[in-house]
């Protein structure tokens, strides 16, 4: 079984510019989360969707990220501008279903430097 | 979200087993309790979940008491290869996935 890939792995940036992340989740699998993970800090929800739809943004900082899922399948986060502390490891993951009793699998991510 | 406890950091020997506490006093009937590791440089992977009753895996055990307001993952024998950081989870009817701090196991030779 194919797993969770994302693209790209590296992206340095300077600040105040964009940046797009790509996620394509494992086949079949109705639940796309994305998380920021800070050095030395554990995972952060950003965003969660079933299928296409958005079932929790609330921590996703509205005013520059943005996230979407077309179709269902693959989804893209985009930061537009970029902060310095912006800097992080995004990783995307997918399950069956949102349900408390499935597991979610991980991508490798996306390191992002903001310099 | 319901919250979780853990050290920040444990350390064992190899072949030696491993048991990691997790409090979560808070614990609302239909939360379900998973684990999940990361290893350096990756993603965090599933490790096992339970709701009630002990469960068991290839990977890894999970004793949880009876009141289940704390938990504990068993690595039976571990490997270097078990060095990671170790998250205690609790999945709620909301379906969210919250990670807390966990713990970082450091496995000597």
């Known amino acids: 079984e194919a797993g969770v890939a994302q693209s790209p792995r590296y992206k340095i940036i300077e600040k105040r510019q964009s940046v797009a992340f790509w996620c394509n989740p494992i086949?079949?699998?109705?639940?796309l989360y994305w998380y920021q993970q800070i050095l030395g800090q554990g995972p952060k929800l950003l965003i969660q969707f079933q299928n296409n739809g958005v079932v929790d943004d609330s921590q996703l900082p509205k005013d520059r990220f943005s996230a979407e899922r077309l179709k269902g399948v693959d989804s893209t986060l985009k930061i537009q501008p970029a902060k310095l502390e912006d800097s992080a490891v995004y990783l995307c993951?997918?399950?069956?279903?949102?349900?408390?009793?499935?597991?979610?699998?991980f991508g490798q991510g996306t390191r992002l430097t903001v310099v | 979200d319901a919250k979780t406890t853990q050290p920040n950091s444990m350390e064992s020997n190899e072949e030696e087993p491993v048991h990691l506490p997790c409090n979560h006093s808070t614990i609302s009937g239909t939360d379900y309790i998973h684990w999940y590791r990361q290893l350096p440089s990756q993603g965090p992977e599933y490790v096992i979940h339970?709701?009630?009753s002990n469960v068991n895996n290839r990977m890894a055990s999970l004793a949880i008491a009876e009141d289940r307001k704390s938990s504990t993952l068993i690595l039976h024998r571990a490997t270097l290869r078990d060095a990671a950081v170790y998250y205690c989870?609790?999945?709620?009817?909301?379906?969210?996935?919250?990670f807390g701090q966990g713990t970082r196991l450091t496995i000597n030779p």
């Open positions: 086949s079949g699998h109705a639940t």
């Open positions: 993951a997918s399950s069956l279903e949102g349900g408390w009793n499935t597991e979610a699998f």
């Open positions: 339970g709701l009630t």
């Open positions: 989870i609790l999945r709620e009817g909301a379906q969210k996935l919250v």
